[in-house]
C-alpha cells in the first residue's frame, strides 16, 4: 500500500482511538465504583442503546473481515457463517434472552448457581466462560495483524506483531478504566461507523454491476476459476466425508453457540427489565439482519471485482478481501477515491476489533472476578475488592490473547471464531438450557455438563488439523492430528448434553426443588429479579 493509504487509514484510526479513549475518560470520572455499575453500567441502558451495543458485540472482525473473504474464496459454501450466524438469534430470541435476564445478575454462572450449589458450578462455569472468551479474543488480533500487514505491504511482520500488542494494551485501558458503561458506549459508536461503511461499500459494489445481483453472481464464479461450482454447495465442504461432516459441525456450533457466549449474555443485565432484554434482541436482529446480508454482497463483489487470486496473494485466509475490494471501488491503487476508500474501511474495520475485544475481555475478566474469585475467596469479602480483580484479571487475559493472537496469525477469522462458537455450544449452551428447564438437574450435572463439553471441544481442536498435520495448521511441521474435523461440534455439543444427563441420573444428590419453583417462577414472571 502506498504512503497515503497508511496516513489516511492511521488517522481516521488515531481519531477513533481519540474519541473512544475520551469516553473512556469521562465515564471513568462519573463512576460509581460499584460491582453493579462495572459489570452491568448500572443498568440504565435503553432497549435501543443495548440493541445496537449488542450488534456491536456480534458484529466482529470475523464478520467484517473473515466471512467477506471466505465467500470471495469458496462462494456458496462460506455463506454458511452469515445465515448461521444470523439464524442463532432466533435460538437467543426465543430461549435464553428473558430468562437469564430474569435469573443472573452479572454473569452466565449467576443462572446456574441460583438453584445449584454455588462454588462448584461458579468454578465450572467461570472456567469455560474465560476459554470462550479467549478464543474469541484471538480471532480479533488475527484481524488486526492482517489489516497491519496490508498496509504495510505485507512485510511489516514486527509492526503486525507491535499493533497485536497495542490492540491488546488498548483493551485492557477501556475495560480498567470505564467497565460496562464506556464499553456500551464505544460498541454503540463502533455499530454506526460500521454499518454506514458496510452500507456504503454495498451501494457501490451493485451500482458497479447496475443493480443486477445475477451478473455479480456470474462474474464472481468466472473470475473464480470454479466456473457455476463457485455458486453451489461443495466447494469447501463437499468431496469426501470427512468435509461434509465437517459442513454439519459448522453448522451446529454457529446456530448453537451463540447462546453461549459470555460476552452476548452479560448484555443482557445491561437492561432494566427482562421485557427491555427480549426488544434489546429485537433491535439487534434487524441490524445484525441487514449487516449479514450485506457481507454476501461483498464477498461475492470482492470475488467479481478484485479476483480471490489477488484476494489470496494479499491474505492467503481472505481476511484482507473486503479493504481491496474498497480500494478498487474507489478508483484502485494510487487514486484519490480509493486512498479515501481504503482508509475509512481500514479505520471502521480497527474500530470493529477495538470495540469487540473490550466487550469480550470485559466479560471474560467478570467471570474470573464474580466467578472464580468470588468462589475461591472467604466469605464476606469485600465486593470492591472483587472489581478490583477484575481489572487485574483484564490485564491478564490481554496478554494470554496477544500471544495466541500472534501464534494464530495465518488463520481466517471467521473460522477461528466458529471454534469459539463450538466450545460455547459445547459447554455453556447444554447446562444453561438444562438448569432452565430441567426441574431434576442437579450440581453434578451442572458441573459434569460444562467439562463433559469444554474438555473435549478443546481436545479435539488439539488434536485437529486446525493445530497439526497440514500446510495451513499453527504446526505444519508436526503432525499429532487424531480428529479430521476442523469444527468439534459435532462430537462435543451431543457430549456436553450427555455429560450434564449422565452426571444428574447418576447424583446421590436430589435436585432441590422449591429452589427450581423459585427459579421458573423469576424466570417467566421477573418476580424477585436483580
Not at 61 to 70: D, P, Q, R, T
Not at 246 to 251: P, R
Not at 485 to 506: D, E, K, M, R, Y
Request: proline share 3%; aromatic share 8%.
Amino acid at each position: 500500500m502506498t504512503s497515503d493509504h497508511q496516513a489516511s487509514a492511521l488517522l481516521l484510526f488515531s481519531v477513533f482511538v481519540a474519541v473512544t479513549l475520551g469516553i473512556t475518560t469521562w465515564v471513568s470520572r462519573h463512576r460509581r465504583g460499584s460491582a453493579e455499575e462495572f459489570y452491568a453500567g448500572g443498568r440504565l441502558f435503553s432497549p435501543m442503546e443495548n440493541g445496537f451495543a449488542i450488534a456491536g458485540d456480534y458484529m466482529s472482525a470475523a464478520s467484517f473481515l473473515g466471512i467477506s473473504g471466505l465467500i470471495a474464496l469458496v462462494g456458496y459454501d462460506g455463506m454458511l457463517y452469515s445465515v448461521g450466524f444470523l439464524v442463532a438469534w432466533l435460538v437467543v430470541l426465543f430461549l435464553v434472552a428473558e430468562l437469564v435476564r430474569n435469573c443472573g445478575r452479572f454473569t452466565l454462572a449467576d443462572v446456574i448457581a441460583a438453584r445449584m450449589r454455588e462454588r462448584p458450578v461458579r468454578i465450572a462455569a467461570g472456567t469455560s466462560s474465560v476459554t470462550v472468551s479467549v478464543l474469541y479474543l484471538v480471532a480479533q488480533m488475527v484481524g488486526a495483524g492482517s489489516l497491519v500487514a496490508l498496509l504495510l505491504g505485507g512485510t511489516g511482520e514486527a509492526a503486525r506483531a507491535w499493533t497485536v500488542i497495542g490492540v491488546g494494551a488498548l483493551m485492557v485501558v477501556y475495560v480498567s478504566l470505564g467497565g460496562m458503561r464506556a464499553t456500551t458506549w464505544i460498541q454503540i459508536v463502533k455499530t454506526v461507523l460500521l454499518l454506514g461503511g458496510t452500507i456504503a461499500l454495498t451501494v457501490l459494489v451493485l451500482l458497479r454491476f447496475h443493480g443486477d445481483i445475477n451478473r455479480l453472481l456470474h462474474t464472481a464464479a468466472e473470475r473464480s476459476g470454479h466456473g457455476q461450482a463457485f455458486l453451489a454447495p461443495g466447494l469447501a465442504y463437499g468431496g469426501d466425508w470427512t468435509a461434509r461432516f465437517d459442513f454439519i459441525s459448522l453448522g451446529l456450533a454457529l446456530v448453537l453457540g451463540t447462546a453461549g457466549l459470555p460476552h452476548i449474555l452479560a448484555r443482557f443485565y445491561t437492561v432494566p427489565t427482562a421485557r427491555a432484554a427480549r426488544r434489546s434482541v429485537v433491535w439487534s436482529i434487524g441490524l445484525i439482519g441487514g449487516f449479514y446480508l450485506m457481507t454476501i454482497v461483498l464477498g461475492f463483489g470482492a470475488a467479481a471485482l478484485v479476483g480471490p487470486d489477488a484476494v489470496r496473494a494479499s491474505d492467503a485466509s481472505g481476511n484482507t478481501a473486503v479493504p481491496l475490494l474498497a480500494l478498487d471501488l474507489g478508483g484502485g491503487a494510487g487514486s484519490t477515491g480509493g486512498t479515501i476508500l481504503f482508509a475509512i474501511v481500514a479505520a471502521v474495520a480497527f474500530a470493529t476489533i477495538l470495540a469487540v475485544v473490550a466487550g469480550v475481555t470485559l466479560a471474560s475478566s467478570a467471570s474470573v472476578a464474580h466467578d472464580l474469585y468470588a468462589s475461591l475467596r472467604r466469605r464476606g469479602g469485600a465486593p470492591h475488592g472483587e472489581v478490583a480483580v477484575a481489572r487485574v484479571a483484564a490485564g491478564g487475559i490481554g496478554l494470554l490473547a496477544i500471544a495466541l493472537g500472534l501464534l494464530a496469525r495465518d488463520l481466517n477469522v471467521a473460522f477461528l471464531v466458529g471454534l469459539a462458537f463450538a466450545v460455547a455450544a459445547s459447554a455453556n449452551l447444554p447446562v444453561l438450557l438444562y438448569s432452565l428447564f430441567w426441574r431434576g438437574f442437579t450440581t453434578r450435572g451442572a458441573v459434569w455438563a460444562v467439562y463433559g463439553g469444554l474438555i473435549p471441544a478443546v481436545a479435539l481442536v488439539l488434536l485437529s488439523p486446525v493445530v497439526s498435520g497440514s500446510p495451513g495448521s499453527l504446526f505444519p511441521g508436526a503432525d499429532f492430528g487424531l480428529f479430521p474435523l476442523q469444527n468439534p461440534g459435532l462430537v462435543s455439543i451431543p457430549l456436553g448434553f450427555l455429560a450434564g444427563w449422565l452426571g444428574t441420573v447418576t447424583s446421590t444428590e436430589a435436585a432441590d426443588e422449591a429452589k427450581h419453583a423459585e427459579t421458573e417462577v423469576r424466570s417467566l414472571t421477573g418476580a424477585g429479579a436483580v
